[in-house]
């Protein structure tokens, strides 16, 4: 057995180029399409449901997604940490979004979300806390938050009423006075009209009238929604129209194996909070990234600990941001450190990406830190740990030096374009005639099972539906899928196939 499809050196001699958009066909030919269709023919003896019917017809194709285009404009949540920013983006975005928890420091990165109010459509950026003279991962948080503010057409400073201005939100006054944005106050946790006066006391940070609110109960945040509308341009200033159809990437993996690291690398930037505590990264944060002369979505997601129903808290929600960040995704990226050996984490994360039915490119971070007899031994045990998603391309990477980072592109295409595949029907059923002459289906209580028509239902992933006289054992299938793998490619993707017993009418 071999281990996930390693791609060859930058310098080999290149395959054609995968398309990057457009599905992949496999050829037909005209004596394949001719059987297929006596094949088909000969189900009518068969006792078929409404749903056979429509996927015999051809129903079920998938289609795509049209990507947005124009620059929306953007608003920051600034504000000192556990004053309720994410509680106030759940609240303007009318769902539990944001990774929320009553302890500071929950946010660590800034994450961007779309929203709309009174029919105008925009961009709210949840950051962390802001503090002056931070250390350690602190440190790094309030330069997010800093560079949100950079990158906002207007910014909300959040200031818990019930505690009152405080020497940091002064600080945080002064830089937003330097940054020249428009800037809305939200007098926040002002749950009750007893806590107005609360909010009145804020008038002295110079910032104009502050907005009285309950981020948690909804009082007062249209008055505030309104007023952020009326000082936000209806074009963004600093942003910039995306491009048509960039391909969305899920960077996944357990804690602390390099996945904002790379993202920082891909941007060429320091575009999300890194520090050697595992678990930095809460909430999913996207970024547009040039890579090979394209365009891409890149999401770096939380690090996936462990079963979602096991997790607790901020881990929690996390977890389920991550599933939808990889529900979003059309091919997922799965860190692995290579420093260490694999771990049931890191195939359970794996197997989570399949689940999803989602294409799979597996990098090995900090291989440059292998000398050639660990690389030698740990190709060994890759054989080994890998062998059930030996069809996975696999890419040798550096994170932090960037050393062989470009070569993502390459696996990146290779699964999409696997994933974008489709089979003829004719060349489905010739294959398939083919294979069950050589191996058929062993006998079991002295019946044999017999394939009598197969197609593809769906793309993304490939999907087959085989119709046969009986069950196939799961033994067999898997060899089914083997065989395509070898025939067809599917480099990258997972392959479904599904079986439909269907018996002769009864005459």
């Known amino acids: ?37 006596a094949l088909r023919a000969g189900l009518t003896e068969y006792d ?58 929950v946010t660590r990165d800034r994450v961007t979300y779309p929203a709309e109010w009174s029919g105008r459509r925009f961009l709210v950026v949840d950051t962390g806390g802001w503090e002056k003279d931070a250390k350690g991962i602190q440190a790094r948080v309030a330069e997010q938050a800093e560079i949100a503010i950079e990158l906002a057409d207007a910014v909300v400073f959040v200031v818990d009423a019930t505690v009152g201005p405080t020497a940091t ?44 609110v309950s981020a948690l109960h909804g009082r007062g945040s249209g008055d505030l929604l309104d007023a952020v509308l009326e000082v936000l341009p209806e074009v963004s200033a600093v942003g910039a129209a995306l491009p048509a159809g960039p391909r969305r990437v899920a960077l996944v993996g357990r804690p602390n194996v390099g996945k904002s690291s790379l993202l920082n690398a891909l941007v060429g930037s320091q575009r999300v909070v890194v520090d050697a505590v595992a678990g930095t990264t809460r909430d999913p944060v996207d970024e547009l990234v040039d890579l090979g002369g394209r365009p891409w979505w890149f999401v770096d ?27 979003k995704a059309e091919v997922a990226v799965v860190l692995i450190d290579a420093s260490v050996a694999v771990t049931e984490q890191d195939t359970r994360v794996i197997q989570q990406v399949i689940d999803a039915g ?87 209580g002295g019946k044999q099972p017999r394939i009598l028509f197969a197609t ?33 490619g599917f480099e990258g993707s997972p392959v479904e196939i599904s079986v439909r017993v269907r018996e002769k009418r009864k005459k």
Do not use: C
Request: overall charge negative; glycine content about 6%; proline content about 6%.
């Open 1 to 37: 057995m071999t281990s996930p499809h390693l791609l060859p050196d930058d310098d080999a001699a290149p395959a054609d180029e995968p398309g990057t958009t457009a599905p992949r066909a496999v050829v037909d030919d005209a004596e394949s399409a001719q059987r297929a269709e």
């Open 48 to 105: 078929l449901d409404a749903e056979d019917l429509d996927l015999l017809a051809g129903a079920g194709a998938a289609g795509g997604e049209a990507e947005p285009a124009g620059p929306l404009p953007v608003v920051a949540i600034i504000g000192r940490p556990n004053v309720g920013k994410s509680t106030l983006v759940n609240r303007i975005l009318g769902r539990r979004e944001a990774v929320v928890q009553d302890v500071p420091g």
């Open 169 to 212: 939100d002064e600080q945080v006054v002064r830089v937003l006075r330097r940054s020249g944005k428009p800037v809305v106050l939200a007098a926040n946790k002002v749950d009750n009209q007893r806590l107005e006066a609360d909010a009145a006391e804020l008038w002295s940070l110079g910032l104009g009238e502050p907005y009285a």
């Open 301 to 327: 997601t939380a690090g996936i600990r462990r079963r979602v129903h096991q997790t607790q808290g901020a881990d929690f929600y996390a977890s389920l941001r991550t599933q939808a960040a990889l529900e």
């Open 358 to 444: 989602r294409a799979l490119v597996i990098a090995y971070n900090k291989w440059d830190l292998m000398d050639e007899e660990r690389r030698a031994i740990l190709e060994r045990q890759i054989e080994q740990d890998l062998v059930q998603v030996q069809w996975a391309p696999r890419v040798n990477i550096s994170a932090k030096t960037r050393w062989h980072v470009d070569r993502l592109v390459r696996a990146l295409d290779l699964a999409l374009d696997s994933w974008d595949t489709r089979v003829p029907t004719g060349r489905l059923n010739a294959f398939l005639g083919e294979l069950a002459a050589g191996h058929p289906h062993p006998v079991r």
């Open 456 to 488: 593809q239902a769906t793309t993304r992933p490939p999907r087959f539906v085989i119709f046969a006289t009986g069950f196939l054992e799961a033994g067999y299938r898997r060899f089914i899928e083997r065989r395509l793998r070898e025939t067809f």
